[in-house]
C-alpha cells in the first residue's frame, strides 16, 4: 500500500522544513515512533494489528491529506482519536493544515483536535500552514486559539526562517475569521 499517493514528496525547502505525512501511523499504544520501538521494550507492548486495522489507519490519515472533511468526521465521531498521530508525529491537523485543506481543519478542531500539539520535528498545525502560505488555514487556526509563538519552530519562527512577510504579518495581526 503507498504511504502517500498524492505526489507531494519534499522538495528542497520542504526537506529543509521536515516534510510532512510521508511516514504510517503508528501501532496505537505506542509512542510516535512508532511499533519498533515497543519492540525494544521502551513501549508498553500492544497486540498487532490486522492489515485491514492499518489499511484503515493509512485511510484515516490520507482523509486528512486529501481534505475529505466528511470522511474525518465521521471517523472521529465514531470513536478514532481526534490526536491520532504518525510515526513522525503528526497529527490529523498538522497533515490537513500541511496540505491546505481549510475544512478538514475545521472539522478537526470543531472535534477538539489539540492546536499546540507539534510533531516531532516541533512543527504546530500553524506552522505547517504557515510555511504552505495558506492564509485561510492560518486564520482558522488562529481563531481556534493557536499560538503564534508556541513550539520549538514557531509559526513566527517559520514565517521569518522562510521569508514569508504575508504570513508574518497575518500572525501579528492575532486571530481573525477565516
Known sequence: MSQDTTG????EREAA???????PPP????SPRGPAEAEGGSASAVPELTDDELAFLHG????A????????ARVVDAGVPVDLTNSSGDTLLVLAAYHQ?????RVLLERGADVERTNDRGQSALA???FRQDAEVVRTLLAAGADPHAGPRSAVETARVFELPEMLALLEGGSSAP
Open 65 to 72: 491529506r486529501e481534505g475529505r472533511a466528511d470522511e474525518l
Open 101 to 105: 485543506q481549510p475544512a478538514a481543519v
Open 60 to 63: 484515516v490519515f490520507d482523509a
Open 8 to 11: 507531494d514528496g519534499p522538495g
Open 27 to 30: 501501532t496505537p499504544g505506542t
Open 128 to 130: 505547517a500552514g504557515v
Open 17 to 23: 522544513y521536515g516534510g510532512h505525512g510521508d511516514a
